[in-house]
């Protein structure tokens, strides 16, 4: 992660453990940014590169747990390592099985907050990298024509030129055009790269069509 901003997000009702979490974070390189409430925390802009959440369990107007679930349903998947100072089994397990990456209980070991967040930060950091290869992959199939959606995804399921021709009425002189065209903007090295490549889009599941619709 050499070379990336790392940003340690501290949502925690408590001053006083914001800006020790601060101290101690800025000092081994983190950028950190602190919030008194979840509310807080939304309402802000999100920094480039990898980040996690340090948060507390209980707090006045939301429940850390009850936070955690609403960040999934909102689709924002950022590590989360939970602090708290009255845990239980129960909740710790409702927390790891939600995604948390760590439980701990305060007070805790500034060493074991450390290892967590480093663990949190390159999740993140493989999260973001997946995300912009992901979109890099739609971009690139954006550019095809339905046609050449159309013999991608048949090529994916296995069929030759020929069996493609007959498929969708063209002749197979015309199949192969369109073949190389969706190589070349697609940037498949090979078929078995374009297989692939569809099969990430999810044109090998049946989902050429929602796939298509959803890519202008």
Do not use: W
């Amino acid at each position: 992660m050499q070379g990336q901003r790392l940003t340690v997000y501290v949502i925690d009702d408590d001053p006083s453990v914001r800006d020790g979490l601060d101290s101690l974070l800025r000092s081994v390189g983190y950028e950190t940014r602190g919030f008194a409430s979840p509310r807080d925390f939304l309402a802000s802009s999100r920094s480039e590169g990898p980040a996690c959440i340090v948060l507390d369990v209980r707090m006045p107007d939301a429940s850390g747990l009850d936070f955690q679930g609403e960040l999934v349903r909102m689709g924002y998947p950022i590590p989360i390592i939970f602090l708290t100072g009255h845990g239980d089994v129960p909740m710790s397990v409702r927390a790891m099985k939600a995604g948390a990456v760590e439980f701990l209980l305060k007070p805790f070991r500034e060493q074991d907050l450390l290892d967590a967040i480093r663990q949190a930060l390159e999740i993140d950091r493989v999260q973001l990298r997946k995300q912009a290869a992901s979109a890099d992959l739609y971009e690139r199939f954006s550019t095809l024509t339905t046609r050449e959606r159309e013999v991608m995804t048949l090529v994916a399921r296995g069929l030759l030129n020929k069996q493609i021709a007959a498929e969708i009425s063209l002749s197979e002189i015309t199949v192969k055009v369109h073949r190389g065209q969706v190589m070349r903007k697609m940037r498949a090295d090979s078929v078995a790269d374009l297989i692939r490549m569809a099969d990430n889009l999810g044109l090998t599941d049946g989902k050429a069509g929602d796939v298509a619709s959803g890519v202008r």
